[in-house]
């Protein structure tokens, strides 16, 4: 099957920085997107960067201009450069792999464990 491993959280002042990574192993065949999406306690999981195939890249909102998505994908690993964090970035954050394992014909999602990512003011 498909496994995810995710590093790089921890505790942060405010205005620091911290990158996340994540890579993926398996039966894989074909990978449509990988990204990271975080939660805080009481709300739903959210997008928080996803970089597609042709390496098209969507951005929350909330973190433009202070993270950066990036694939390499010999590797398949992404990594998440988080700059400025702000105490409301504080989260577990999920790596995110949709890919197609070999012997399917679709695309099923795949998540990793979550990495705690702390901001303090």
């Known amino acids: 099957q498909v496994q995810l491993v995710e590093s790089g959280g921890g505790v942060v002042q405010a205005g620091g920085s911290l990158r996340l990574s994540c890579t993926a192993s398996g039966s894989i065949s074909e990978i449509n997107a990988m990204g990271w999406f975080r939660q805080t306690p009481g709300k739903q999981r959210e997008p928080v960067a996803i970089?597609?195939?042709?390496?098209?890249?969507n951005l929350a909102e909330s973190v433009k201009g202070r993270f950066t998505i990036s694939r390499d994908n010999a590797k398949n690993t992404v990594h998440l450069q988080m700059n400025s964090l702000k105490p409301e970035d504080t989260g577990v954050y999920y790596c995110?792999?949709?890919?197609?394992?070999?012997?399917?014909?679709?695309?099923?999602?795949?998540w990793g464990r979550g990495t705690q990512v702390t901001v303090s003011s």
């Open positions: 970089m597609k195939i042709g390496r098209d890249t």
């Open positions: 995110n792999l949709e890919a197609m394992v070999y012997g399917d014909m679709w695309y099923d999602d795949y």
